[in-house]
């Protein structure tokens, strides 16, 4: 190997790996790498404690920061539209009167509703990962920032429940390409250590999200005039444009400049990330990344068929378990928050003031899940806090079964509030890590892509579940349907326990031939895979 990595002729190449060791690039040259520089970074990521990882990476840690924001717009219109199904006004303008005289949205428009954001989502994570492979994780989530600003204009003119449902699929496009892209970029940006808190930020923005929401809407839901709902909605145009400037000056993922060949713009992206201040060497990072990305040894271009071949078929499916059970294990009864304490008996500013509260309790509860993850692990963390919620679904069954008395409601009430900040605790932070982690570098905005489509696939079907378990007009289930919950989140459990591994600790390059090794779940975490291994 040479000691000094050669540059490319041109910045505008793909790397492929060729059977002699060093890759190829589509020009025929053939360029080595830097091995000894490729341990040695790795060796100096492995050694970092996590307080020297955030200050050496300030830089890498602030851009995660702003990727991970792109969440609240997804956050904020999912829980808005919770809300506005429990608002007064909107019901009587959109809705229909009851038996017992009030106006409500009917169960079948009350999942329309909700679910039309996921269905334009499902739409924008199958874009999002060919798109991003192209013209990187930057400029696809600024497209789908300035394309959010115009969608936002048909929701906020919209006079009918058929233009709130389409406005909805078309804000969903760009919400597709932010959840798919953020957590692959915040993974590959920062070091081992703060891989972890990085993607965890994730969840942190979807409770901010709800925060924002639930502050709104507590204050606009009493109005008796169209503002209730329509000051809401532009409020939306205070996040896209001041994103996308930020994220323009921003560095693209090394880790995709690699992928790409181009290697100068990969090292002083390195640079602005703050690799050289923690004494690494960014030509070393290169050669560590390049290290990584040619155990994967393919020559042809990611494609979708890739996903469902080899060991990337049990990462792929790693990923869209988890992104799947993040609807299995309560997190509908946090999204709709609000309906589920009105249902319990509370007044609607009690409802509504409850709501807020439970979401501020979830901002808590992620940043404890930091120290959690980083320290515990992910897999510890994720399992056992899918069990816990497990428990109290349970318990939130038996109190719905109990009666109708205020004691019953009060009890329901706070078991729904339970449940939603436990899942913000441990289910939902450590799953952000585990699909950040899990997928091949080279193949890593495919899967997040699939996966997020594996979540929305689940997630409408369930939507309208939920609506008609707590709709009055329906079956009418209140707390109950803990019971239902609770057995989804005890197989979501069991088939976590058995499939997903602990990665605390562990580089790409360590994930990668864990995983061609076949090694089972459960001992990845006594397995050791010493620094010269490349296979």
Sequence with gaps: MNNLIEKPTSDAVEAQPS??????????EKVDYNRTGAIDAENIEHNMTVLQAVKAYPSASWWAFVMSATIIMES?????????????RFARDFGVKSKTGEYIIVASWQSAFQCSGPVG??????????????????????????????????????NSQGMFFAAQILEGIPWGIFIANAPA?????????????????????????SIIVGGITYHYQSKDSPEAYRIPIALQWMFPTPLAILLFLAPESPWWLVRKGRLEEAEKAIKRLGRASSGENAADAVAMMRRTIELEKNEKKPSLIELWKGTDRYRTLIVCGV????????????????????????????????????????????????????????????????????????ALGIA??????????????????LVSVLFCLG???????????????????????????????????CIF??????????????????????????????????????MKHRSFREIDILFTRRVPARKWKQTVVDINDDE
Excluded at 467 to 474: H, I, P, V
Aim: net charge positive; aromatic share 16%; charged share 10%.
């Design 323 to 394: 992104y799947a059970s993040q609807n299995l294990t309560g997190n509908l009864i946090a999204n709709q928050a609000v309906y589920f304490f009105k249902q319990a008996g509370m007044a609607d500013n009690t409802a509504f003031a409850l709501g807020l509260i439970t979401s501020a309790l979830q901002w808590i509860m992620v940043m404890l899940s930091w120290i959690l993850t980083t320290y515990l692990g992910r897999r510890t963390i994720y399992v056992y806090g899918q069990f816990i919620n497990c428990a109290f679904l349970i």
């Design 400 to 417: 719905a079964s109990c009666g109708t008395s205020k004691a019953a409601s009060n009890a329901q009430a706070s078991l729904g509030l």
């Design 121 to 158: 989502a499902f739409i924008g994570v199958f874009i999002a990962g060919p798109i991003t492979s192209w013209i990187g994780y930057r400029w696809a989530t600024i497209g789908g920032l300035m394309f959010l600003n115009a969608f936002i204009f048909i929701f906020y003119f919209g």
């Design 465 to 502: 579940l939920a609506s008609y378990m707590l709709n009055t007009d329906k079956w009418n289930l209140g707390g109950k349907s803990g019971y239902v919950w609770a057995g989804t989140a005890f197989v979501c459990t069991v088939m976590a326990w058995i499939w997903i591994p602990e």
């Design 427 to 461: 289910p939902a932070p450590a799953s952000w890590v585990i699909i950040g982690e899990t997928s091949s570098v080279r193949l890593r905005p495919l899967t997040t892509g699939i996966g997020r489509g594996a979540y929305y696939l689940v997630n409408i079907p």
């Design 19 to 28: 059977s002699t060791g060093g890759p190829i690039y589509d020009d025929g």
């Design 76 to 88: 904020y219109c999912v829980f808005l539209m919770g809300q506005f199904i429990a608002t007064q």
């Design 185 to 209: 970029y915040c993974s590959e940006i920062v070091p081992l250590r703060l891989r972890a808190p990085a993607t965890q930020m994730l969840q942190m923005f979807w409770a901010i999200g």
